[in-house]
């Protein structure tokens, strides 16, 4: 088995791993949707160069910000980078806190038909003139599985469910078991947390210290680089929020609250997300034991 260290921002994942290359011979394979982006370092909290210098590190810096990165693109590199470490004779871990990566990675990723922009565009159409709520009672008729598995809000499965139905003819939930490509690897997954207060109060420390360290600069950058602040890579935590402060929106006190409060609530639906995982190990990291929590990941390759 390989396994995964995830969990919600500001939990302590990095230290542990840095602990554990001391004692073992491991690559990282980074579970992160933007530590992929160039340029983006401070936001995204990514290891710094030293920390990369102690421990190899894959999937960081491998796109520009106006490039797109999906959860399949990561199944994909990720199988791909886990057979090239074991071939090295190295012991391959995927860390990040990304949890729709660490769960495509268990279970596999849809591969049907790729995205079709004209019956996209004209799904998006009609929800701007009908409604989302149009389109979702549309796909419950047609697809009564799929959408009692998602919420009439989700606009993005929403389109994608009705665009494999006009692609294919057939409902989405069945084109997904025709479709499902299985993952090679078996993983087993640890979920890194502390108690609320004290992760909260880590998520307010470490926004302060990227702000000294240089984060509104490095917004700068990339405004004057000319990457739009409507690109998906903005969604990152906190970009927004600066680039709505340099315009003079906001003060630089109410712009660095606003970042903590939407690094809170994030870490809150990694929360969610988690729990409703199956086959995870949660880790107290306050309260694990080093040197054990080292024996149960090398006890998980098997060796």
Not at 2 to 27: H, M, R, W, Y
Not at 282 to 294: A, C, R, T
Request: hydrophobic share 35%.
């Amino acid at each position: 088995m390989i396994p995964i260290i995830t969990g919600p921002t500001a939990s302590g994942k990095t230290d542990f791993i840095l602990n554990l290359s001391k004692k073992l011979n491991v690559e990282i394979i980074s579970a992160d949707a933007y530590q992929v982006y160039k340029y983006m370092d401070i936001g995204t909290a990514k290891p710094t160069i030293e920390e990369r210098a102690q421990v190899k590190h894959y999937l960081i810096d491998i796109l520009t910000p106006d490039q797109t990165y999906s959860a399949g693109d990561f199944f994909e590199h990720a199988e791909k980078l886990i057979e090239k470490i074991i071939q090295l004779g190295k012991f391959p871990i995927i860390v990040g806190g990304t949890g729709l990566y660490v769960e495509t990675l268990q279970k596999g990723i849809f591969e049907g038909p790729p995205r079709n922009d004209e019956i996209r565009n004209n799904l998006r159409t009609k929800a701007k003139k009908l409604g989302l709520k149009y389109l979702y009672n549309h796909l419950k008729k047609i697809d009564p599985d799929y959408a009692s598995k998602i919420s009439e809000n989700d606009q993005v499965r929403i389109i994608r469910a009705l665009e494999v139905y006009e692609t294919l003819k057939i409902p989405f939930s069945i084109a997904h078991k025709l479709y499902h490509k299985k993952p090679k690897y078996r993983y087993k997954v640890f979920v890194f947390y502390r108690e609320r207060t004290q992760l909260y109060e880590r998520i307010d420390k470490r926004v302060d210290k990227m702000i000294e360290a240089g984060w509104i600069d490095e917004v700068k950058h990339l405004m004057k680089l000319g990457y739009s602040k409507n690109l998906p890579s903005m969604k990152a935590i906190g970009y927004q929020e600066i680039i709505e402060f340099l315009e003079s929106k906001y003060t630089l006190e109410y712009t660095v609250d606003k970042i903590k409060k939407r690094t809170r609530n994030f870490a809150k639906r990694q929360f969610t997300w988690f729990r409703h995982m199956e086959n995870v190990s949660w880790v107290d990291v306050s309260l694990y034991n080093l040197e054990n929590l080292i024996y149960e990941i090398i006890k998980t390759y098997d060796i």
